[in-house]
């Protein structure tokens, strides 16, 4: 499956930016989709997850509340809806694909990522 995600800008902070990803090749009824981020410097680090069949989801701490990833199966898509941004959300945002059972880890497929910047 390939992933194209999109939807990243330049915000001030307390803004909201709503993140897609595209997905082609093969549906993606069959994944556990997440994002992820990376910052400059850092290391990768997980934002969001959700269920195949979309009635679950799961997030990290520091985006727990004001971040809401979503799934439409039929559309082959899934956005994360971004809110109260603040600076140290700054990163690069990607979009994942994984064919096994766990949130966080074994991701199988990764889309090109996008640039979020939070300006304080």
């Known amino acids: 499956v390939q992933l194209q995600a999109s939807g990243g800008g330049l915000v001030q902070a307390g803004d909201s930016l709503r993140l897609s990803c595209a997905a082609s090749?093969?549906?993606?009824?069959?994944?556990?989709m997440g994002w992820f981020r990376q910052a400059p410097g850092k290391e990768r680090e997980f934002v969001a997850a959700?269920?195949?069949?979309?009635?679950?989801?799961y997030y990290a701490d520091s985006v727990k509340g004001r971040f809401t990833m979503s799934r439409d199966n039929a559309k082959n898509t899934v956005t994360l809806q971004m809110n109260s941004l603040k600076p140290e959300d700054t990163a690069v945002y990607y979009c994942?694909?994984?064919?096994?059972?766990?949130?966080?880890?074994?991701?199988?497929?990764w889309g090109q990522g996008t640039q979020v910047t939070v300006s304080s």
């Open positions: 959700i269920a195949r069949s979309g009635d679950s989801t």
């Open positions: 994942a694909a994984s064919q096994y059972y766990s949130y966080t880890t074994g991701y199988d497929y």
């Open positions: 090749g093969r549906t993606i009824r069959s994944y556990v």
